[in-house]
């Protein structure tokens, strides 16, 4: 048995797109042999698409249809649970389906912050030429028509941007609430509806889209966030250890950048300090040259001797006639 699940960015281990939701989780939860090899080309799976399950029944691509098939090979996490809980499982599949599914489609495929800057950005760069030209539109455009068969004012985005929230935050809070302070949904260990909720927590906490209201509301519910990272620690150390390892790659190379930002910043300025001295140094040296070489001439205002104040006496010179008078 094999499942394919799409390298997704940020946390690179979940799918999103297919109803297939939980079908990760729920494998480790039941404890089935099950190899993961994770795939960017949807194109080389038997069925064309992914997130699929290649198994004897052939390729699913159902969540139903894949617990289905475990169950009947005596892999299940729902052996524990009573009729009752088993019944609870269906009404909050059908609450996460309803209020949850919806506001992950928007801010992923429909969203355009989101769609352009992070989703689409990373379809168009990670699936080989020419399905990279073809995907991503044709998810966004799918998406687009189930939000505008869901509101009759499909053209008031900002109103049905708000609804979907505000449906999604209804269904976190009740989940939060049904959680409680208990490990998992139903007591100690985990059940279909844990595969179902963390699949779709581990979404919105982990993946940063550009409309963060959601994963906001999460952080805003503490057991919300300790059960997505009590389960992460547990089942998947694999996976959260390498997107640990990628986030301080990321801010590694974020601070290293910022390192040499400065350091161009600094080197811009010694130049423009080196490049004025220089100047002037090269001006004071050439008008020295041209000082010593008469070129230039500086008239320093000599001093001119002062009149001297003669007392003349005029008698004297009227003595002084001819000698023979």
Excluded at 291 to 307: S, T
């Amino acid at each position: 048995m094999v499942y394919h699940p799409w390298i997704y960015p940020a946390f690179k281990c979940w799918s999103l797109m297919e109803e297939i939701h939980g079908s990760q989780a729920y494998v480790k939860f039941a404890g089935a042999p099950v190899s993961v090899v994770k795939k960017t080309n949807p194109f080389r799976t038997p069925k064309g698409q992914l997130p699929v399950f290649c198994c004897t029944d052939g390729p699913l691509t159902n969540f139903s249809e894949v617990t289905s098939f475990l169950r009947k090979q005596n892999y299940s996490c729902d052996y524990e649970l009573s009729p009752k809980q088993c019944s609870e499982v269906v009404a909050y599949e059908h609450l996460l389906k309803e209020k949850l599914y919806p506001a992950i489609m928007y801010l992923w495929w429909v969203e355009p912050k989101s769609y352009y800057d992070v989703i689409h950005g990373w379809f168009f760069q990670n699936i080989p030429f020419p399905f990279k030209l073809w995907y991503p539109g044709s998810f966004h455009k799918k998406n687009v028509d189930l939000i505008n068969s869901l509101f009759d004012e499909s053209d008031n985005m900002e109103l049905v941007e708000t609804e979907l929230h505000k449906q999604a935050q209804e269904c976190l809070t009740a989940l939060s609430n049904r959680l409680g302070d208990k490990e998992y949904f139903f007591g100690k260990t985990p059940s279909t509806l844990d595969a179902l909720v963390f699949s779709y927590l581990i979404l919105l906490l982990k993946v940063d889209v550009k409309v963060p209201v959601l994963q906001n509301h999460i952080k805003a519910c503490p057991n919300l966030s300790r059960y997505v990272s009590k389960i992460l620690q547990r089942y998947f150390p694999g996976d959260l250890h390498a997107a640990q390892k990628r986030k301080l790659k990321s801010n590694l190379g974020a601070s290293k950048e910022g390192v040499v930002a400065q350091t161009k910043d600094g080197e811009f300025a010694n130049k423009g300090r080196n490049f004025l001295l220089s100047g002037l140094v090269a001006m004071t040296a050439m008008f020295g040259y041209a000082l010593a070489a008469g070129l230039v001439q500086v008239d320093l205002g000599e001093n001119q001797p002062l009149e001297e104040d003669y007392d003349y006496d005029y008698d004297d010179y009227g003595d002084a006639g001819p000698s023979g008078e």
